[in-house]
């Protein structure tokens, strides 16, 4: 910035002294003898003084970088090169492997649910996650954490998986939705009940039939290799199968229960579309994907997905920019255009 300025400066002076000559030549001959005589020299001195203070300035603008900002960059970039396993990629390095105890394998295991939901393998990338859903709603957050945290332990406990397995974080994809949705699609009229109703539903009810519904699906032919030689196929993903499952059944019980309403998906009195509030749409997009609704929550996301992976990162974003343009180009309603609906299914086809 400093380089730019000195450049605008000099040039500016030089136009300007340009500038005066030319005035020169237009002047009668007396007025132009004595400003060829005493003038013009006096300019000519401003112009190389001028130069001399940008050439000083120049360069103690590279000694002050040296002296002050290039410490900080080299302990930066030092820093990165030596702790980047512990955030970039799939932080590897983060958790010890060879740690045993139990907090530590279901921190990790949750950790990492939360970002293979938007398939990152990052414990960081999913504890970015977790607080971009606790900035769009703390209930949501906590809801959707008591979930996780009871569908690693019943594995445990019950010895259904292994640590190696319970530390990929398989086990709780689905479970990050679920007890999410508990609590997002669901109002009661006590916001007291409302808070302890989500926690018991999320903590209690619905963990131990996510995860039932998962490992259902895990040993389901479907989602199984072909046994025979002659036609062996990769098995399919089972992806948020049974997040889908449990809570189309659970709303559906819950439309019966008359101590609790589903909440309806967006509120429609917002009639107007801007530029403004499509950019910032797409950011919801990305927000509504973990159901909660904010920008900072989006960028949050966004910010995780880009330490995993810059394709992945890249992906979410490009899925829901271009959702959001399709529903704004076909006159999708403008309160769900704005509040990201049309992008969170979009960002996370593109991903996969």
């Known amino acids: 910035g400093t380089q730019q300025g000195l450049e605008t400066f ?8 340009a500038t005066s000559k030319k005035f020169v030549l237009d002047l009668p001959d007396n007025s132009k003898r004595v400003w060829e005589e005493q003038l013009i020299p006096a300019v000519d001195q401003a112009k190389m003084h001028t130069q001399t203070k940008l050439r000083e300035i120049q360069t103690g603008s590279q000694e002050n970088y040296q002296k002050h900002v290039q410490p900080h960059v080299d ?6 090169t030596q702790y980047q396993t512990c955030y970039m990629g799939r932080a590897p390095d983060l958790f010890a492997k060879e740690e045993s105890r139990w907090w530590v394998i279901l921190s990790e295991a949750s950790l990492r649910s939360y970002g293979k939901v938007i398939f990152c393998d990052n414990p960081v990338t999913g504890g970015l996650i977790w607080w971009a859903m606790f900035f769009g709603s703390p209930m949501v957050a906590f809801s959707s954490l008591g979930c996780v945290a009871s569908v690693h332990y019943a594995a445990k406990y019950l010895e259904i998986a292994s640590d190696t397995e319970l530390r990929s974080g398989d086990l709780g994809v689905n479970a990050v939705l679920v007890g999410a949705g508990a609590s997002a699609f669901l109002q009661f009229e006590d916001p007291f009940l409302g808070w302890m109703g989500s926690l018991i539903v999320a903590t209690i009810l619905l963990p131990p039939i996510t995860l039932l519904v998962y490992l259902h699906c895990a040993r389901s032919s479907v989602f199984q290799p072909s046994s ?10 089972i992806l948020l199968i049974p997040y889908n499952l449990v809570m189309i059944a659970f709303l559906v019980m819950a439309l019966l229960w008359e101590r609790a309403l589903v909440v309806p998906a967006v509120d429609l009195t917002e009639t ?5 509030s499509l950019s910032l749409s797409v950011f919801h997009g990305l927000s509504k994907i973990f159901l909660v609704q904010g920008v900072f929550s989006g960028v949050l996301i966004l910010t995780g997905a880009l330490l995993c992976s810059r394709i992945l990162a890249g992906s979410l974003l490009f899925g829901s920019l271009v959702a959001t343009l399709l529903g704004w180009w076909f006159a999708m309603p403008a309160a769900a255009l704005n509040a990201g609906t049309a992008g969170y299914n979009a960002a996370l086809t593109t991903t996969a």
């Open 10 to 17: 000099k040039r500016g002076t030089l136009t300007g002294y």
């Open 272 to 276: 107007n579309v801007t530029s403004t």
């Open 228 to 237: 025979s030689e002659m036609s062996a196929s990769p098995s399919m993903p």
């Open 75 to 80: 302990k930066a970039h030092s820093w990165h």
